[in-house]
T-cell receptor, first 111, second 114 residues
């Protein structure tokens, strides 16, 4: 699986957009970019995933660069409940559930 | 989707003893996994629980220390054997559901070994 690199921590004001970057410069053509988050004392929660097109769901948007070497997860209106560790994971087709977690980004949403 | 129930949610155990953690899913799943999350660290995959056969362990994890059972498509157990304080971690069960693109996780079992 391709290695991903994320900043260790970020802050965001409540109500503002949180933009979380992820570098995956060695990603291969059959690897999807997945995002999960882990709120304190809970199990990880799936957010969104994509291959090469931008994706949006009720939780977030995922922007993948054209060369697929990096991506950005966007929480459009961050709330205090979005405070969590966010993990970006590159996952080959057909193995969406066997996950190799990196260190993630700790997002702190503040008033 | 899948709703996963893990028991116990937390426990404090004496060193040298063993603890069995249960993972129950509300529907039949194709794959079940066990992860460990040491204090302040990210999650590490321990093994894939295979229905009807021995679990598949990741590098650094062995069956004698972490025996796993999966008697059917909705249930699995992980035993942490001969515990030491270094085993203090959160242990999480995860499942793959047919036609779902993502994994689902239980809330974890917080284990403290004293």
């Amino acid at each position: 699986d391709a290695k991903t690199t994320q900043p260790p921590s970020m802050d965001c004001a409540e109500g503002r957009a949180a933009n979380l970057p992820c570098n995956h410069s060695t990603i291969s053509g059959n690897e999807y970019v997945y995002w999960y988050r882990q709120i304190h004392s809970q199990g990880p929660q799936y957010i969104i995933h994509g291959l090469k097109n931008n994706e949006t769901n009720e939780m977030a948007s995922l922007i993948i660069t054209e060369d697929r070497k990096s991506s950005t997860l966007i929480l459009p209106h961050a709330t205090l409940r979005d405070t969590a560790v966010y993990y970006c994971i590159a996952i080959p087709t057909g193995t969406a559930s066997k996950l190799t977690f990196g260190t993630g980004t700790r997002l702190q949403v503040t008033l | 989707s899948a709703v996963i129930s893990q028991k116990p949610s937390r426990d404090i155990c004496q060193r040298g003893t063993s603890l069995t953690i249960q993972c129950q899913v509300d529907s039949q799943v194709t794959m079940m996994f066990w992860y460990r999350q040491q204090p302040g660290q990210s999650l590490t995959l321990i093994a894939t629980a295979n229905q009807g056969s021995e679990a598949t362990y990741e590098s650094g994890f062995v069956i004698d220390k972490f025996p796993i059972s999966r008697p059917n498509l909705t249930f699995s157990t992980l035993t942490v054997s001969n515990m030491s304080p270094e085993d203090s971690s959160i242990y999480l069960c995860s499942v793959e559901v047919a036609r779902a693109a993502e994994a689902f996780f239980g809330q974890g079992t917080r284990l403290t070994v004293v």
